[in-house]
């Protein structure tokens, strides 16, 4: 139930004040003074289910919170579009950006750029280096998510009458590119689960295999994954474009959830029409429209000349207290100055055609 509460907020727009951290330290306030402000919102690809929800979260929200929110993206995943993007928010004197980074370090000059032209950055659902920004707003740890992604694959595969303790279970990872940060530190904590608590399955693809979120890549990835892998029990999608791909593939080529295992990451109206199928069983995700919210919160919080350090607690109106938390709790090798740091969602969120219906995002 707390987990429907937090993502029927993206339709409602009248999320209970929710705590998010709590106990003692500094409380700072809210943001407010400055009038007219603009916070570019930079997805890493639109026409994509999670980023327009999270972008509709952070419309509405800044409705609510009295600023501006443009969304600026290209429908083509690819760095170099997001460099001109961010490089015409600071053109165009803007306020702040907020962006999901298709590179853990290639976007760090020109969000440098950005900050030495003052303006404030942000980071939502895939990071920069620590130094290129001032606040990532995280869905979860690598340890969570990548262990989230695991889990529900072994529920899956039990489903099908295999034994995740004793079988050799041949699997691989599909999703964007090495180079994500997110999507990649969920696959390294993934393994490093897997070879500690099952170790006598098979990885069939150590390198991975990459569709660059592209929707037609990812079908035909996926059908050469299944080509190319007869027997593969259990294909972890840790990218909400690779997911549908790969599902689509399996349809495409007679397979359904008694045949392979497939999971992962994406919202839950991109994927019931597969799950009413039969070709999955279960698949998550988080409130990707809070997130977005959150995201454009903090660079609006910043524009007014509001500063944050690790270990501060915001008020975020409508939403309630989260905790800045040091970049370590994403990276252990992270930047550690005390002017950068993480927030994390909350909760995450697991979907079947049991619950699938409570959800309309």
């Known amino acids: 139930m707390k987990a429907v509460l937090f993502?029927?907020?993206?339709?409602?727009?009248?999320?209970?004040?929710?705590?998010?951290a709590n106990g003692g330290g500094q409380q700072s306030g809210t943001a407010g003074g400055k009038k007219n402000i603009t916070i570019v919102f930079v997805p890493k690809i639109t026409g994509n289910a999670f980023f327009e929800t999270a972008n509709d979260g952070?419309?509405?929200?800044?409705?609510?919170?009295?600023?501006?929110?443009?969304?600026?993206?290209?429908?083509?995943?690819?760095?170099?579009?997001?460099?001109?993007?961010?490089?015409?928010?600071?053109?165009?004197?803007?306020?702040?950006?907020?962006?999901?980074?298709?590179d853990a370090t290639a976007l760090d000059g020109v969000m440098k750029e950005a900050i030495k032209a003052g303006l404030a950055v942000t980071t939502w659902d895939s990071d920069v280096s620590g130094d290129a920004r001032a606040i990532m707003v995280s869905q979860g740890t690598p340890d969570i998510l990548g262990k989230m992604l695991v889990d529900m694959g072994v529920k899956s595969l039990q489903s099908r009458g295999k034994n995740p303790d004793t079988d050799a279970i041949n699997y691989a990872w599909h999703y964007s590119q090495s180079t994500v940060a997110d999507q990649n530190s969920?696959?390294?904590?993934?393994?490093?689960?897997?070879?500690?608590?099952?170790?006598?399955w098979v990885n069939v693809?150590?390198?991975n295999y990459y569709s660059n979120q592209d929707a037609e890549l990812a079908i035909t990835t996926g059908e050469s994954i299944l080509k190319?892998?007869?027997?593969?029990?259990?294909?972890?999608?840790?990218?909400?474009?690779?997911?549908?791909g790969q599902l689509q593939a399996a349809q495409n080529?007679?397979?359904?959830?008694?045949?392979?295992?497939?999971?992962?990451?994406?919202?839950?109206?991109?994927?019931?029409?597969?799950?009413r199928?039969?070709?999955?069983?279960?698949?998550?995700?988080?409130?990707?429209?809070?997130?977005?919210?959150?995201?454009?919160?903090?660079?609006?919080?910043?524009?007014?000349?509001?500063?944050?350090?690790v270990g501060d607690k915001v008020d975020v109106p409508g939403i309630g207290t989260v905790e800045v938390l040091p970049n370590t709790v994403l990276d252990a090798k992270a930047y550690t100055a005390s002017n950068s740091g993480v927030v994390l969602l909350p909760e995450r969120v697991e979907f079947t055609t049991a619950n699938m219906d409570q959800y309309n995002f």
Do not use: M
């Open 7 to 20: 993502l029927s907020a993206l339709l409602a727009l009248t999320l209970p004040a929710q705590v998010f």
């Open 58 to 102: 952070a419309q509405k929200w800044a409705k609510e919170w009295g600023f501006t929110v443009k969304y600026d993206g290209s429908p083509e995943a690819a760095v170099a579009n997001q460099v001109t993007v961010i490089r015409n928010a600071i053109r165009q004197g803007v306020d702040g950006i907020s962006v999901s980074s298709l």
């Open 186 to 200: 969920w696959r390294v904590a993934g393994e490093a689960y897997i070879k500690q608590k099952y170790p006598k």
């Open 205 to 207: 693809r150590p390198d």
């Open 228 to 244: 190319a892998n007869t027997g593969i029990d259990l294909i972890i999608c840790n990218d909400s474009t690779a997911l549908p």
């Open 253 to 275: 080529l007679g397979y359904d959830k008694s045949k392979v295992t497939i999971t992962g990451f994406a919202t839950p109206n991109s994927i019931k029409p597969y799950a």
């Open 277 to 309: 199928a039969g070709i999955l069983e279960r698949w998550g995700l988080w409130d990707s429209g809070l997130q977005g919210a959150l995201g454009v919160y903090f660079a609006y919080y910043l524009a007014n000349g509001n500063s944050v350090k």
